[in-house]
T-cell receptor
Framework: ELKVEQNPLFLSMQEGKNYTIYCNYS?????LYWYRQDPGKSLESLFV?????AVKQEGRLMASLDTKARLSTLHITAAVHDLSATYFC????????????FGKGTKLSVKP | KAGVTQTPRYLIKTRGQQVTLSCSPI?????VSWYQQTPGQGLQFLFE???????NKGNFPGRFSGRQFSNSRSEMNVSTLELGDSALYLC?????????????FGEGSWLTVV
């Protein structure tokens, strides 16, 4: 059974600081996804990582994938309050694109 | 390009009743997946439909069922509702054959069982 573990689950940061969220998964998977969820809202796609060594960046967020270590990271650079949200990683399971196994999420709070 | 549309957005049901939720995927997408989100269990996969066929099913009781129509729209049904079924139900849309990378989610249906 595929398991996806994120850490930390809660993260309180000061504006301007850097931090990394980690996502470990237990078995081989085709690809890895990062999503953002604001309170009471749906999931917003941030990144899709397709291969070993993949790195993607959007604004202050950068995601990377190491398939050998079964590890993805989401790095936050110079955090701002608008980044406060819950971040989820997810991997495909069962051989089909639509079957995602999610981590428990990292609730990020950026304080001035 | 229209996004993933879910209806209804909010609903309140009584224990023992049944509920049907609807999802219209992005035009051209053939895969629709359903997820349940609760504070305790997080995001859990319910099932995926691709070209009207159920392709995968999560670990949920048989009270949870779904179907997909020829236009790719999907419905999920929960019968004999229990208090624990109160959750946000999310629908996800994708091409389903890995030709596209992103999986898009709808705004969700908030179900409260009383």
């Amino acid at each position: 059974e595929l398991k996806v573990e994120q850490n930390p689950l809660f993260l309180s940061m000061q504006e301007g600081k850097n931090y990394t969220i980690y996502c470990n998964y237990s078995t081989t998977s085709d690809r890895l996804y990062w999503y953002r969820q604001d309170p009471g809202k749906s999931l917003e796609s941030l990144f899709v990582l397709l291969s070993n060594g993949a790195v993607k960046q959007e604004g202050r967020l950068m995601a990377s994938l190491d398939t050998k270590a079964r590890l993805s990271t989401l790095h936050i650079t110079a955090a701002v309050h608008d980044l406060s949200a819950t971040y989820f990683c997810a991997v495909n399971y069962g051989g089909s694109q639509g079957n995602l196994i999610f981590g428990k999420g990292t609730k990020l709070s950026v304080k001035p | 390009k229209a996004g993933v549309t879910q209806t209804p957005r909010y609903l309140i049901k009584t224990r023992g009743q049944q509920v049907t939720l609807s999802c219209s995927p992005i035009s051209g997408h053939r895969s629709v997946s359903w997820y349940q989100q609760t504070p305790g269990q997080g995001l859990q996969f319910l099932f995926e439909y691709f070209s009207e066929t159920q392709r995968n099913k999560g670990n949920f009781p048989g009270r949870f069922s779904g179907r997909q129509f020829s236009n790719s729209r999907s419905e999920m049904n929960v019968s004999t509702l229990e208090l624990g079924d109160s959750a946000l139900y999310l629908c996800a849309s994708s091409q389903g054959d890995y030709s596209g990378n992103t999986i898009y989610f709808g705004e969700g249906s908030w179900l409260t069982v009383v």
